[in-house]
């Protein structure tokens, strides 16, 4: 073991380090700046067990309904060899519907990363799909292995991911939060299939970083696509794993001792995990199971309320600095004297208000 591996393994515990998976992937996008959460899932740590353990728990995931539903969908779309989807899949992107295309499923195979490696890079631009192939990535210096439910579809020679999600399009519009993170799960599967390409020495351009969607369509279970294009997704992608490839950068800023063993004392871990600089935002909640510890930590900061309120409040960090300089109890700094003034103003208004219209 390198001494970063050995650093690494005493911050979780010295236990196994957890495994990572397309969701948790997509996740290290959420907050690519904060060096906590970049710390704590380069070693590995089991986030929601420390979560628990300093009495913040934290719970994602979906309902047994949600999945339920969600596998009966997949399963009506992908049915009779993928001939739905196909049309789907074609007439999104905008090419002739073609007569047949080969349907494989990589997913009840025993030597499934051979198979899917030697599947997905053959030669050959015919119309096929992949059903379950099995993809990795480097995180942090360790192999991941994903398994997605998704299927790759080789049409005019070019790979494309489809995602088949069960949360509804009603009128062409579906919720922007659930489009966004199947956008960077997407991605992820577009890196993992890029490096495979490459591995294998054939052009990672092959596979489009145009994704199709695949959903239910208003309150019907007939499926609809839709393109997402996850250029963007890809770069910040890309930028958070090189980041965590360099461990030893932020390992750097780190105390020797800082543990996040969730066998230590919760007054130890909460003590520790303050000693690393986090960045906490609303956006938190959706993608870190550290969310409610961070929160509480910023209480006090604009930080808490978003990052478009702290932009509108002028960049000043805590609320009691807000309001002092609303109620003209503090003189600005300089580079707070156009802040100030918007807020005095502001102040003036809702007071006038309230005095226009008492309760
Ligand atoms: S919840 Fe905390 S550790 Fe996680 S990304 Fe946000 S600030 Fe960082």
């Known amino acids: 073991m390198t001494d970063t591996a050995h650093r690494l393994a005493a911050i979780r515990g010295d236990r196994p380090a957890r495994r990572h998976n397309a969701r948790t992937i997509a996740a290290l996008t959420g907050n690519p700046g904060c060096t906590r959460r970049a710390v704590l899932d380069s070693a590995g740590v089991d986030k929601p067990e420390l979560a628990e353990r300093i009495g913040f728990p934290t719970r994602f995931g979906q309902s047994r309904f949600a999945i339920t ?30 007569a047949a295309a080969s349907w494989t499923d990589l997913g009840a195979d025993e030597d499934r990363p ?7 890079t053959a030669d050959g631009d015919e119309a096929a799909l992949f059903d379950h192939p099995l993809l990795g990535l480097d995180v942090a210096g360790r192999r991941v292995h994903l398994e997605p439910d998704l299927v790759a579809a080789r049409l005019g020679g070019r790979f494309h991911v489809v995602e088949i999600k069960s949360f509804p399009v009603i009128d062409g519009q579906a919720d922007p939060a659930k489009v966004a993170a199947a956008a960077i799960q997407s991605a992820v599967y577009v890196l993992a299939l890029r490096e495979l390409f490459t591995a294998a020495g054939r052009d990672p351009e092959l596979v489009s970083p ?6 239910p369509r208003d309150f019907t279970n007939q499926p609809t696509a839709s393109l997402l294009d996850v250029r963007r997704q890809l770069l910040v992608l890309r930028r958070q794993l090189d980041r965590m490839a360099r ?27 303050s000693t690393v600089p986090a960045r906490y935002a609303p956006d938190c909640l959706a993608t870190c199971e550290l969310a409610y510890f961070c929160r509480h930590e910023a209480r006090g900061q604009t930080a808490v309320l978003g990052r478009p309120v702290r932009e509108a409040l002028g960049g000043i960090a805590e609320v009691d600095e807000v309001l002092a300089l609303a109620a003209g109890d503090r003189t600005p700094d300089p580079e707070q004297a156009e802040a100030a003034a918007l807020l005095r103003a502001a102040a003036r208004l809702r007071a006038d208000a309230l005095a226009g219209h008492p309760a």
């Open 210 to 215: 145009q994704v199709v969607l695949v959903c």
């Open 114 to 120: 051979e198979r899917s490696r030697a599947a997905l």
């Open 247 to 273: 461990i030893d950068d932020l390992l750097a800023g780190v105390p020797a001792d800082f543990t996040a063993d969730p066998e230590a004392e919760p007054a130890t871990l909460r003590a520790a995990l």
């Open 69 to 98: 539903r969600g596998n009966a969908f997949e399963a009506q779309v992908k049915a009779d060899g993928g001939a739905e989807l196909l049309r789907l899949v074609a007439e999104r992107l905008g090419v002739p519907v073609p």
